[in-house]
């Protein structure tokens, strides 16, 4: 499970260990997402030069293509990506509350659960609390997250608390099907994966951390931030994140869902979050966007989060005749070699090696972030 090594002595942040069914990690660390069971453009000899700790995988997407069944034929989602590292599932939520808040003939939401068109097909589908955990079950993941209704922000305070009694409930019902699955699929101990529930409460204190009581009484192996970490301004949560972070017990993994770029992972980290997934280094890249270290201290002089690094926009005209390495500082040969006026060019001509490339410089600047974050944790500088 969770074994706390080492508490900063400056802030909430800890290093822990993480024993999964596919082997121990320390955190806190970063998962990038491989929403269809696969990180995109790049293959596991990639991956595994990276040093990916984790990856997390969509369950939504999963479920629709190619479809759990057949998943669970090949053996789980690990058999099936040819993955040896530790696997995440979301619950499938986000995305199905995400069309429907988009507009209702995507599909409606009660307590049973919800009901959405798929955007493949336009076929109609339920996802309920039972069958997000069956689904999750069958991919055979290390971590799952149960279902939970995940409202806007700003949404009202009555519905609001209609959507939090909501997710209460059906992470009652997801552990209760979590336990019957692990019992009908006889998963050892050392196989069982861990479930994680969703704390939401839109940007309300109060309605935060009765959320997390509440989740608290039922138990979990670890809680997680609900909904987007910044409100409808585009301004960082940072009270909100912090409450939730403290409502939730110190022997569980804290999950800061969804947060993603480098400043705000070191603020979660700072306030005792141990685990983060995002989109942001490979859809960046994807779109030419490279980050880059400027120096080592993450933190000012003032003990706040310093402008540790910059991003560059590689498709910019002035790189067309930067015959510099991508990063003289890369493990990875391929960032070493190809310099950054031959990036551009295979970005003007749509070149997936680009992407590609883009991806590896990004994922590992979050990987020594990562790093850095844990030494940094060590040294009592963080």
């Known amino acids: 499970m969770l074994k706390i090594k080492k508490q900063s002595k400056i802030s909430k942040a800890r290093i822990t260990e993480l024993?999964?069914?596919?082997?121990?990690?320390?955190?806190?660390?970063?998962?990038?997402?491989?929403?269809?069971?696969?990180?995109?453009?790049?293959?596991?000899d990639e991956i595994k030069r990276l040093g990916l700790p984790a990856m997390v995988v969509n369950t939504f997407h999963l479920y629709l293509q190619p479809g759990n069944a057949l998943i669970k034929k090949a053996g789980g989602v690990h058999a099936f990506m040819?993955?040896?590292?530790?696997?995440?599932?979301?619950?499938?939520?986000?995305?199905?509350?995400?069309?429907?808040?988009?507009?209702?003939?995507?599909?409606?939401?009660?307590?049973?659960?919800?009901?959405?068109?798929?955007?493949?097909?336009?076929?109609?589908?339920?996802?309920?609390?039972?069958?997000?955990m069956q689904i999750q079950m069958d991919l055979g993941t290390d971590l799952m997250i149960c279902l939970d209704d995940c409202p806007p922000n700003d949404t009202g305070d009555d519905e609001m608390k209609i959507s939090i009694a909501r997710t209460i409930l059906w992470a009652r019902e997801c552990k209760k099907t979590f336990e019957q699955e692990i019992k009908k699929r006889k998963i050892v101990a050392e196989k069982r994966p861990l479930l994680i529930a969703v704390i939401q409460g839109g940007e309300s204190i109060e309605l935060r951390k009765y959320c997390a009581e509440e989740l608290i009484k039922i138990g979990f192996d670890g809680y997680g931030?609900?909904?987007?970490?910044?409100?409808?301004?585009?301004?960082?949560?940072?009270?909100?994140?912090?409450?939730?972070?403290?409502?939730?017990?110190?022997?569980?993994?804290?999950?800061?869902?969804?947060?993603?770029?480098?400043?705000d992972i070191v603020r979660c980290a700072r306030m005792g979050y141990d685990l983060f997934d995002c989109v942001i280094p490979t859809r960046e890249g994807r779109h030419g966007r490279l980050f880059y270290f400027l120096h080592d201290k993450l933190i000012n002089q003032k003990g706040q989060t310093s402008k540790f690094y910059e991003t560059i926009n590689i498709v910019n005209s002035k790189y067309a005749q930067d015959n510099n390495p991508i990063n003289t500082k890369?493990?990875?040969?391929?960032?070493?070699?190809?310099?950054?006026?031959?990036?551009?060019?295979?970005?003007?001509?749509?070149?997936?090696?680009?992407?590609?490339?883009?991806?590896?410089?990004?994922?590992?600047?979050?990987?020594?972030?990562?790093?850095?974050?844990?030494?940094?944790?060590?040294?009592d500088n963080i």
Request: proline share 5%; glycine share 8%; charged share 25%.
């Open 330 to 379: 890369s493990a990875l040969i391929e960032l070493r070699n190809y310099s950054k006026s031959y990036l551009y060019h295979l970005f003007k001509i749509k070149d997936p090696l680009g992407a590609r490339l883009a991806s590896l410089q990004n994922l590992e600047f979050y990987t020594t972030l990562m790093k850095k974050i844990r030494a940094d944790i060590k040294s």
């Open 82 to 132: 040819n993955s040896t590292i530790p696997l995440v599932s979301d619950s499938g939520g986000f995305q199905v509350f995400s069309l429907i808040h988009r507009g209702k003939k995507m599909g409606s939401i009660s307590d049973a659960g919800a009901r959405f068109k798929s955007p493949i097909n336009g076929s109609w589908h339920d996802l309920s609390p039972k069958k997000s």
């Open 225 to 263: 931030y609900g909904a987007r970490p910044i409100d409808k301004d585009g301004k960082f949560l940072a009270e909100i994140m912090q409450v939730t972070a403290e409502a939730s017990p110190t022997d569980a993994i804290r999950f800061a869902l969804g947060v993603g770029t480098p400043d």
């Open 19 to 44: 024993a999964t069914a596919h082997g121990k990690l320390e955190t806190p660390f970063f998962m990038p997402d491989a929403t269809r069971a696969v990180l995109k453009g790049l293959s596991n």
